[in-house]
């Protein structure tokens, strides 16, 4: 059996500088995507924006986001349990990111075919993707060592390769390829769309530049996914097929991996929408201007009870 130097990284104080390497990137990059995330939420909750459905959806995929890159920047835990409940934890949020951005590509699927969304269904979403990978994450647990030290992190061990395939990669690859037909195919329908759009109403021509805006919206956070996505595939693939971890693909899976929340964070303060919002200034008034309403909506609030006696008589 050929060693593979990525299993040096399994054990506590390794010099290897290979995996020292990998720590640094991927703590870095963890780090960063855990300060970026929290301002993507701070800025929907600032400005109210969680009102909008597509908002909300953005905000469940930062919250899944913020939480599967926590092991990243924590890495492996020593003792067994807390390892194998480390190694759930990374494959319930790696699910849950997977699931927000394929009910974000289906609620843009929706809008762009049929005009309208899929709030009407938001509860069910949150049930599915919320519970579904608890399930799906506890399989690894029916094996003896199913989750454990694997390579720089706590995962599925290398002892277990093909349940690693089976639990995640294989069914993520699949995805992804739908995916991106899907998005493929929805850039070629907005397209044609637009070439044979004549729009006399007013009324008509208002409501759809706000549909079009919101598909903008939604469109690049798919893509996004699909990108960074393709990497940790590639080189989980390339491992099995070869016997041996090529350090290039896994240095960049361990850039890629925990990137998800700052990406998408970075696409959020670019849209036209945002991006004065997101200056200082600007965020240190609204601060002020909600400090202010509170203010102002607690005094009126106890002036209309201050004369409510406390028992009936």
Not at 199 to 210: C, D, K, L, V
Not at 222 to 243: E, M, Q
């Amino acid at each position: 059996m050929v060693h593979d130097w990525l299993d040096d990284c399994t054990r506590d104080g390794s010099n290897n500088e290979r995996c020292i390497a990998l720590k640094v990137v991927r703590e870095l990059f963890g780090c960063t995507s855990v300060i970026l995330s929290l301002f993507m939420i701070f800025l929907i909750w600032l400005y109210k924006k969680y009102l909008f459905f597509t908002q909300r959806l953005l905000l469940s995929l930062s919250i899944a986001s913020l939480f599967d890159v926590m092991p990243y920047i924590i890495g492996p835990v020593k003792s067994k349990v807390g390892c194998q409940i480390q190694g759930y934890f990374m494959t319930y949020f790696d699910w849950v990111c997977l699931a927000w951005v394929c009910v974000i590509t289906l609620n843009m699927f929706r809008l762009i075919k049929e005009d309208t969304s899929y709030e009407s269904q938001e509860r069910l979403f949150h049930l599915v993707v919320w519970f579904l990978p608890l399930i799906i994450a506890g399989v690894p647990f029916r094996y003896e060592d199913g989750y454990g030290r694997s390579g720089p992190w706590c995962w599925i061990t290398s002892e277990h390769k093909a349940l690693g395939f089976l639990i995640w990669y294989a069914p993520a690859l699949m995805i992804v390829v739908v995916l991106t037909i899907m998005l493929i195919y929805l850039r070629i329908y907005t397209k044609q769309q637009n070439l044979n759009y004549l729009g006399y109403n007013p009324e008509q021509e208002r409501a759809r530049s706000r549909k079009w805006k919101e598909v903008r919206l939604l469109f690049l956070y798919p893509l996004v996914y699909i990108v960074l996505a393709v990497i940790p595939l590639i080189a989980r693939i390339h491992a099995l097929s070869s016997g041996e971890s090529s350090f290039i693909l896994v240095l960049l899976m361990n850039m890629t991996a925990p990137l998800l929340g700052a990406v998408n964070t970075c696409l959020y303060s670019c849209n036209a929408d945002m991006r004065h919002q997101i200056h200082p200034n600007y965020i240190l008034d609204e601060l002020k201007h909600r400090r202010s309403r509170a203010t102002t909506e607690r005094y009126d609030f106890e002036s209309e009870t201050s004369h409510i006696r406390p028992y009936s008589d």
